[in-house]
C-alpha cells in the first residue's frame, strides 16, 4: 500500500504494549500457557504443558527468559487477513460513503491497522507473514467495485487461502507493497476453516525447532456457516493447538449485533479458547471432547474485538506485545 509511514497508527502502543511483554514474560510454548508438541493438523496430540503466559490478558509466550539479556527466538506469527466480500461495509455494517477510496471500510481500516503494525521498528522481534483467504481467482473485486456496485464477484466459492508473504523478519516493506485497500481483491464465500488448514500447511513447512508458531486470524466472521461450514474453523483451531500452534482470533466487527449475519460472540469465545489464548485461559476455558472451548460461551468476551479502526490497531499491538522478541532494547 503506497501510503506515507507518517500516515500510519503510531507505534506508541505498539511499544509500550511490547516492554511489558519483554519484561513481565516466562519461558513460551504451546499450551494454554506455553508447551510444545508437533504442529501436525491431521496428526492429534495434546495440548502443551505450563509455562509463561502473556500480556494484556490473553495468552500468549515465547521463548525469552525473566532475563532481559536472555537470548530468544523471534516466533513466527501468519496474519490471516479475511478478504470476504463484507469487509466492504463500514464495521457498523453500513455502506461506506467516502469516495473514491472508503477509507472509512473494513477492508481499508484493516489493512492500514496492519501496516501500521508491521514496521522496521517490530519486524525484527516478530517473524510476520500473510495470507489472504480465500484466495485470488478470476472473478474477485476491488473494494470500489463493490461498494459501488458496478461489479458482481463471480469467483468460486469456498477456495482455500494462499499465503502472500511468508513469515520471516524484516516483512514490513515486502508486506507494504502487497496490501493496498483499492488494488487487492476482495471475494465471494467465508472459507474460515480452509483458510486456517492453509496457514497450518504453511507453518508446518517453514517450521524451526524451538520456534513458537502463531496464526492472528483477523476476520468479521460473517456468514462462514452459511457459505463454508466445512471443514468447521473451531474444530480445526483445536487442531492447529494440539499440534502446537496458537491462534490468535480478532473478530472486527464479527457478532450479529454489530454485523448483520454475524457469527455471534459465542462461537468467537470458543474459538479464542480452542486457539489457547482467550482472556484469563485457566479459569475462562475447558478441556472439551476434541479441544479446549469456552466455560462458559455466551460469557465474557474471551477474543480480540475491535468494533473501529482504532480498536483493530489496539488489539493488534496488545497481540505484538504479547509474544515479541527482544522488542526493546
Known amino acids: 500500500m503506497n501510503v506515507a509511514r507518517s500516515s500510519l497508527v503510531p507505534l506508541a502502543f505498539v511499544l509500550l504494549s511490547a516492554q511489558a511483554a519483554c519484561s513481565d514474560s516466562g519461558d513460551g510454548g504451546a499450551g494454554p500457557n506455553g508447551g510444545g508438541g508437533s504442529n501436525s493438523v491431521t496428526g492429534g496430540g495434546t495440548p502443551g504443558g505450563a509455562g509463561g503466559g502473556g500480556s494484556s490478558g490473553f495468552e500468549g509466550g515465547h521463548d525469552q527468559g525473566t532475563g532481559g539479556g536472555d537470548v530468544c527466538e523471534p516466533p513466527d506469527m501468519l496474519i490471516a487477513l479475511d478478504r470476504t466480500l463484507t469487509m466492504h461495509r463500514l464495521p457498523n455494517g453500513g455502506t461506506p460513503t467516502d469516495a473514491p477510496d472508503y477509507q472509512s471500510s473494513k477492508w481499508s481500516q484493516a489493512i492500514t491497522a496492519i501496516e501500521g503494525l508491521v514496521t522496521p521498528e517490530l519486524d525484527g522481534t516478530i517473524r510476520f507473514g500473510l495470507e489472504l483467504w480465500p484466495k485470488e481467482e478470476p472473478g474477485c473485486i476491488t473494494l470500489v467495485e463493490r461498494v459501488e456496485d458496478t461489479v458482481q464477484a463471480t469467483n468460486p466459492f469456498c477456495e482455500e487461502g494462499e499465503v502472500v508473504l511468508s513469515p520471516d523478519l524484516d516483512t514490513s516493506d515486502a508486506l507494504h507493497d502487497i496490501l ?109 471432547t476434541d479441544g479446549y472451548v469456552a466455560v462458559d460461551p455466551n460469557g465474557p468476551t474471551l477474543y480480540l474485538q475491535a468494533s473501529d479502526g482504532a480498536a483493530l490497531s489496539a488489539a493488534l499491538s496488545d497481540v505484538a506485545g504479547s509474544i515479541c522478541c527482544n522488542c526493546v532494547e
Open 180 to 288: 493496498d485497500p483499492l488494488t487487492t481483491k476482495i471475494c465471494v464465500s467465508t472459507p474460515t476453516g480452509s483458510a486456517l488448514l492453509t496457514a497450518s500447511t504453511h507453518l508446518e513447512e517453514v517450521r524451526v525447532e524451538g520456534r513458537d508458531q502463531y496464526i492472528l486470524l483477523v476476520t468479521d466472521g460473517a456468514d462462514w456457516d452459511a457459505s463454508c461450514p466445512t471443514p468447521d474453523p473451531l474444530a480445526v483451531t483445536q487442531q492447529l493447538a494440539a499440534g502446537g500452534i496458537k491462534t490468535f482470533v480478532l473478530g472486527f466487527s464479527a457478532t450479529e449485533d454489530l454485523m448483520p449475519n454475524g457469527v455471534g460472540a459465542p462461537f468467537l469465545n470458543n474459538m479464542a479458547c480452542a486457539g489457547m489464548t482467550a482472556v484469563d485461559f485457566d479459569d475462562n476455558c475447558m478441556m472439551g
